[in-house]
């Protein structure tokens, strides 16, 4: 079981690094897009609206592909191993919609 255990969390660590960074890239060209100039940096260039619009950008961002990362490492572990993660639990109840949710859930 401990195998299992660190197999998955490199499994998800994988897919939320680059998921990650797919999000960042995407926040950053949308914001140039949008503003037509960089995002505001570390070093207080940018007023108050423009920081804050710019981290709440950022943060949604950031946990919109924390838990598409989680569900599809979940979904591939399922597939390739043929049972739930570990900390996961198979119930055919959560699917809201087919072919869209995994089929896990979280236990409890």
């Known amino acids: 079981m401990v195998g ?3 197999g998955w969390k490199l499994v998800q660590a994988a897919f939320t690094i680059v998921v ?3 999000a ?3 926040v950053s060209a949308a914001w140039k897009l949008g ?3 960089k995002p505001p940096t ?4 940018g007023g108050y609206a423009e920081v804050v619009t710019w981290a709440a950008a950022s943060a949604a961002a950031a946990a919109a592909a924390k838990l598409f990362a989680e569900r599809r490492a979940a979904a591939y572990w399922l597939k390739s191993t043929g049972y739930a993660p570990p900390g996961y639990e ?4 959560r699917r809201l919609v087919k072919g869209t949710d995994t089929g896990l859930a ?3």
């Open 106 to 108: 979280k236990k409890d």
């Open 4 to 6: 299992a255990k660190i």
């Open 20 to 22: 990650g960074l797919a």
């Open 42 to 45: 570390k070093d207080g260039a």
């Open 35 to 37: 503003s037509g100039g």
């Open 90 to 93: 198979q119930d055919a109840t």
């Open 24 to 26: 960042s890239k995407a």
